[in-house]
Structures are given as structure tokens and as C-alpha cells.
């Protein structure tokens, strides 16, 4: 099965600065890759995703690129706030338009925006 | 739109006895649901997937007769829990897909039902 590997566990950043999280992925046949934010009780929020006939997706100040050949995709925060504090999940599975398979999560990066 | 919904939110229950968690989607139908375990301070992991009218499809290691899933209309799946012990207690998180959704391949997310066993 897919195995989604996620680093870093930990991110601390100065207020203002950028902030990356990269993950991995095993199965070449993943054609799907959400980002989620999740605060603490609370239920993941969809916040960027990318799907595998794209190389690089954004808004505003947060973008996610795809490496297939690598298996690898990152999630790029740009000019953080303090509310982007929170733990961030990255994701992998397979979807056709006619259905979706379940995600395999990553480990989670606790992200910690420093005032 | 797109909003799924989880009942209860939290349950404490004794050890041997068994809790229903039911997930619904309110504004659109879902011939797949999802359900999730995350234990504290962990990652989410997928326990089985919910169709429609047919039997559930569990992952790995999940025992399907410990965790019964029904999945009874196009807006409702149910996760029993049977003779739950302590170490089920965990955070159960249920997702659905927009049938209508086309190539879309979004999955909105219940906020969670935090079960207790004692």
C-alpha cells in the first residue's frame, strides 16, 4: 500500500518568514495530494491540493509543487501569520473521476509561527 | 455546501459495551465515506471505506468484526464500535465525497467524535 513520509515534525519561524513541508510518497499510482490544517479537537481543513498532471499550484500565500519522478510534493507558506500555527497534514491517494480511494496521511508538521 | 456531520461529537462508554457513531452529509450525497482513527498527538489513518448499499472495505489490520460499518442511504454511515475496551478510545473522523462532484476529488471531513472507553 501507499506509505507517506512527512518532514519535517516539527517547524518553528519567525512571524513574516516562509515555511516548507515536504513529503513523500511509494505508489506511482497516486494521482492526488491534499494539504490539510488541523487545529487542536478540531477536523482537518482542505487547504491546497494537486493533482498529479500538475506541477505546481498556488494561492495566495500558500503553494504546493509536485515532483512525480521524485515522488514528492511540498507545501510552500509564504509571509506566515500567527493564525497559520497548527499541525499540517500532507496526503496521497488514488481518485479517478468515478471514485477515490482513502487517504494515506502523513506523520504531521507542528508549525509554530514565532511573534 | 458540503458539510458532514458527525453524531455525537463525544461519548464515554464502559468497557464491553458498544457505541454507534453515525456521519452524515447534509447538503449532497456520498456513495463512499470514509472513516479515520487519530489518536493523540498522531497522524490520521484510514480504518475502512463506506459504500452504499454494499459491505464495507476494511484496511489492514482493522477488524471489521469489532468496527461494523453500515452504510444504509447516499447521506448516512454508521460506525459500531462492538465490545469497545480502553484502547479504542480515540478520535474518529469520518470523510465523504461529493457523488455530483464530478472530476473533483475533494473529500470533506466530519469534525470528529472523541470516544472515551473506561
Known amino acids: 500500500g501507499e506509505n507517506v513520509e512527512q518532514h519535517p515534525s516539527t517547524l518553528s519561524v519567525q512571524e513574516g518568514d516562509s515555511a516548507v513541508i515536504k513529503c513523500t510518497y511509494s505508489d506511482s499510482a497516486s494521482n492526488y495530494f491534499p494539504w490539510y490544517k488541523q487545529e487542536l479537537g478540531k477536523r482537518p481543513q482542505l487547504i491546497i491540493d494537486i493533482r498529479s498532471n500538475v506541477g505546481e499550484k498556488k494561492d495566495q500565500r500558500i503553494a504546493v509543487t509536485l515532483n512525480k519522478t521524485a515522488k514528492h510534493f511540498s507545501l510552500h507558506i509564504t509571509e506566515t501569520q500567527p493564525e497559520d500555527s497548527a499541525v499540517y497534514f500532507c496526503a496521497a491517494s488514488t481518485g479517478s473521476g468515478g471514485g477515490a480511494d482513502g487517504l494515506t496521511f502523513g506523520k504531521g508538521t507542528h508549525l509554530i509561527i514565532q511573534p | 455546501g458540503a458539510v458532514v456531520s458527525q453524531h455525537p461529537s463525544w461519548v464515554i462508554c464502559k468497557s464491553g459495551t458498544s457505541v454507534k457513531i453515525e456521519c452524515r452529509s447534509l447538503d449532497f450525497q456520498a456513495t463512499t465515506m470514509f472513516w479515520y482513527r487519530q489518536f493523540p498527538k498522531q497522524s490520521l489513518m484510514l480504518m475502512a471505506t463506506?459504500?452504499?448499499?454494499?459491505?464495507?472495505?476494511?484496511e489492514q489490520g482493522v477488524e471489521k468484526d469489532k468496527f461494523l460499518i453500515n452504510h444504509a442511504s447516499l447521506t448516512l454511515s454508521t460506525l459500531t464500535v462492538t465490545s469497545a475496551h480502553p484502547e479504542d478510545s480515540s478520535f474518529y473522523i469520518c470523510s465523504a465525497r461529493d457523488l455530483l462532484a464530478g472530476g473533483l476529488l475533494e473529500q470533506y471531513f466530519g469534525p470528529g467524535t472523541r470516544l472515551t472507553v473506561t
Open positions: 463506506s459504500n452504499e448499499g454494499s459491505k464495507a472495505t476494511y
